[in-house]
């Protein structure tokens, strides 16, 4: 049963981990926001329709070679990149980019905007760990099942090496 719930737990974090990654908006929860056209420290400058590649370059977060937002404070910055990351299949379809930029909800107290950065952080971590903490799970059940068949080394080893598990 413990490893049972060791699965159930791991896939629940990834599952988690995958959500944020896909709705970072869901980390807002109760958070008062407004929206990023709103937002005292940033300013848009979006002309075209298209993202082709999101990415953050000091303090603006480009969508494409020329459309960017660009943010006063590093915190602010690096939460706009992440949450444009999160809906970045939903921008490419889009038929406004402007406007669904600008719909971006943005926290307006300073520590809710870093708490969700740190979330996510944290969560990014975890999912770095997970395919480590299932290897080692796996290797539990591996040890557990050659015991309860009561296999010798050799045969152990045989089995390992015909899986890849040993080189």
Same mark, same amino acid.
């Given at each position: 049963?413990?490893?049972?719930?060791?699965?159930?737990? /791991?896939? #629940?974090? !990834?599952?988690?981990? $995958?959500?944020?990654?896909? &709705?970072?908006?869901?980390?807002?929860?109760?958070?008062?926001?407004?929206?990023?056209?709103?937002?005292?420290?940033?300013?848009?400058?979006?002309?075209?329709?298209?993202?082709?590649?999101?990415?953050?370059?000091?303090?603006?977060?480009?969508?494409?070679?020329?459309?960017?937002?660009?943010?006063?404070?590093?915190?602010?910055?690096?939460?706009?990149?992440?949450?444009?990351?999160? /809906?970045? #299949?939903? !921008?490419?379809?889009? $038929?406004?980019?402007?406007? &669904?930029?600008?719909?971006?909800?943005?926290?307006?107290?300073?520590?809710?905007?870093?708490?969700?950065?740190?979330?996510?952080?944290?969560?990014?971590?975890?999912?770095?760990?997970?395919?480590?903490?299932?290897?080692?799970?796996?290797?539990?059940?591996?040890?557990?099942?050659?015991?309860?068949?009561?296999?010798?080394?050799?045969?152990?080893?045989?089995?390992?090496?015909?899986?890849?598990?040993?080189?």
């Amino acid at each position: 049963m413990e490893f049972a719930d060791l699965i159930f737990n /791991m896939n #629940a974090r !990834l599952q988690k981990c $995958e959500e944020v990654q896909r &709705d970072f908006a869901s980390l807002l929860k109760k958070a008062k926001t407004s929206r990023l056209d709103d937002y005292p420290s940033v300013t848009l400058s979006i002309s075209s329709n298209k993202v082709a590649d999101i990415r953050k370059e000091g303090s603006k977060v480009f969508l494409n070679l020329t459309d960017h937002i660009e943010c006063k404070e590093a915190p602010v910055a690096r939460y706009v990149e992440v949450y444009l990351r999160s /809906m970045e #299949a939903k !921008l490419r379809r889009s $038929e406004n980019l402007k406007k &669904d930029v600008c719909d971006i909800m943005m926290p307006t107290s300073r520590r809710d905007l870093v708490n969700a950065l740190d979330q996510y952080e944290t969560m990014l971590v975890d999912l770095g760990k997970i395919p480590e903490k299932i290897k080692n799970l796996e290797s539990k059940i591996d040890q557990r099942v050659y015991k309860l068949y009561g296999l010798s080394e050799h045969d152990i080893g045989v089995i390992e090496q015909s899986t890849g598990q040993k080189n």
